[in-house]
């Protein structure tokens, strides 16, 4: 099976975690906000607005942060994304009492995801049953560094991958290295012809207990040298070659698959340039169909029904927990021609 993950996956998620509290020297206990959050959510959070001006859309503002060299937007939405993964998506995985994720990794524990979210949700759940490997968990080489009390692992391989169509926030991209030495020498910058990759879980390292920061490599990161593209046209962010190297192993996975379930997935006309690719793929594939699982998914058909007549498009319009509560189940009238 072969599972397509949207912002909307994870809505559920805050709901059946339940809430965390903390205690403060100047408030005292209180509730912690470390929700998943939606676009409603980031607009606040990020920009301090209830909403955007006339023509401006979220991804309008993230580009317009980055064009004038304003990092705070982005850092802000890595922080709550790690925020999320080491509350929430830890407490799930690790739960005695079994939720909704747990139920759906333990159904399809042979499905690989390909997912346009920063989290690593589904990561923290699948490596912790030993199915994912960050050194080629994401279908890219990526080098990670394991902790010093753990033992290695020769043949350890991850059996499902989680490929990144629009990055990572546990991933950073170096493009470039310095050879010699930079201190009361001579050091040169040089420009590497194979980007490198490194794994670094920063403050969700406790959700890989099998992994450290990659020491070599890793400081004070800033968010626009990882993998992340939050633009209304992400095709200038698309060219990154992280991204293009999770499309190629993506892509013949879809038309090997010719099922692919889109869950939490809006598939906005403005992310045409990130779905596309991904559609026509399923379309030259033998069963060319596609389920999508979101509370609009009859009207994400339609309107997908026009632009790509040979898929066979399915809608469950359920939210993620709902489609859990009614056992994933796929309805088999949905899948007709349309």
């Known amino acids: 099976m072969l599972f397509l993950l949207g912002a909307g996956f994870n809505i559920d998620a805050t709901r059946e975690a339940g809430p965390f509290y903390g205690n403060s020297i100047y408030v005292g206990r209180h509730q912690i906000d470390c929700s998943y959050p939606l676009v409603a959510n980031v607009l606040k959070l990020c920009f301090g607005l209830d909403k955007t001006t006339e023509g401006k859309s979220i991804e309008n503002l993230f580009a317009d942060a980055l064009q004038r060299g304003d990092n705070?937007?982005?850092?802000?939405?890595?922080?709550?994304?790690?925020?999320?993964?080491?509350?929430?998506?830890?407490?799930?995985?690790?739960?005695?009492?079994?939720?909704?994720?747990?139920?759906?990794?333990?159904?399809?524990?042979?499905a690989q995801f390909l997912t346009f979210n920063y989290d690593s949700l589904p990561e923290i759940f699948i490596s912790q049953r030993g199915l994912w490997y960050p050194e080629d968990g994401y279908g890219v080489p990526?080098?990670?560094?394991?902790?010093?009390?753990?033992?290695?692992?020769?043949?350890?391989?991850?059996?499902?991958?989680?490929?990144?169509?629009?990055?990572?926030?546990?991933?950073?991209?170096?493009?470039?290295?310095?050879?010699?030495?930079?201190?009361?020498?001579?050091?040169?910058?040089?420009?590497?012809e194979e980007p490198l990759y490194a794994f670094d879980p920063h403050s969700v390292s406790h959700c890989f207990p099998r992994y450290g920061r990659?020491?070599?490599?890793?400081?004070?990161?800033?968010?626009?040298?990882?993998?992340?593209?939050?633009?209304?046209?992400?095709?200038?962010?698309?060219?990154?070659?992280?991204?293009?190297k999770s499309y190629s192993v993506a892509l013949p996975i879809v038309r090997q698959s010719g099922i692919?379930?889109?869950?939490?997935?809006?598939?906005?006309?403005h992310d045409r340039t990130s779905?596309?690719?991904?559609?026509?793929?399923?379309?030259?594939?033998?069963?060319?169909?596609?389920?999508?699982?979101?509370?609009?998914?009859?009207?994400?058909?339609?309107?997908?029904?026009?632009?790509?007549?040979?898929?066979?498009?399915?809608?469950?319009?359920?939210?993620?927990?709902?489609?859990?509560?009614?056992?994933?189940?796929?309805?088999?009238?949905s899948v007709a021609r349309n």
């Open 72 to 110: 705070k937007p982005m850092e802000t939405l890595v922080d709550r994304l790690m925020k999320a993964d080491y509350y929430i998506a830890q407490r799930l995985a690790t739960a005695e009492t079994s939720n909704s994720y747990r139920k759906f990794f333990e159904r399809f524990n042979t």
């Open 275 to 333: 779905y596309h690719r991904i559609l026509e793929a399923l379309a030259q594939s033998k069963e060319q169909t596609l389920f999508v699982v979101s509370p609009e998914a009859n009207s994400v058909r339609e309107r997908l029904s026009k632009e790509y007549p040979n898929v066979k498009i399915g809608a469950i319009e359920k939210t993620f927990g709902k489609w859990a509560v009614d056992s994933f189940r796929f309805p088999e009238i």
């Open 142 to 192: 990526v080098q990670a560094e394991r902790a010093s009390l753990v033992k290695p692992l020769p043949d350890a391989k991850s059996s499902s991958l989680v490929v990144h169509l629009h990055g990572s926030a546990c991933v950073f991209t170096i493009e470039s290295r310095i050879i010699g030495n930079p201190v009361g020498g001579t050091a040169q910058l040089v420009h590497l």
């Open 214 to 244: 990659v020491v070599s490599m890793t400081g004070h990161t800033r968010p626009d040298e990882r993998v992340i593209a939050p633009i209304l046209d992400k095709s200038e962010d698309l060219k990154q070659a992280f991204i293009q």
């Open 260 to 269: 692919l379930v889109a869950v939490g997935y809006s598939f906005n006309p």
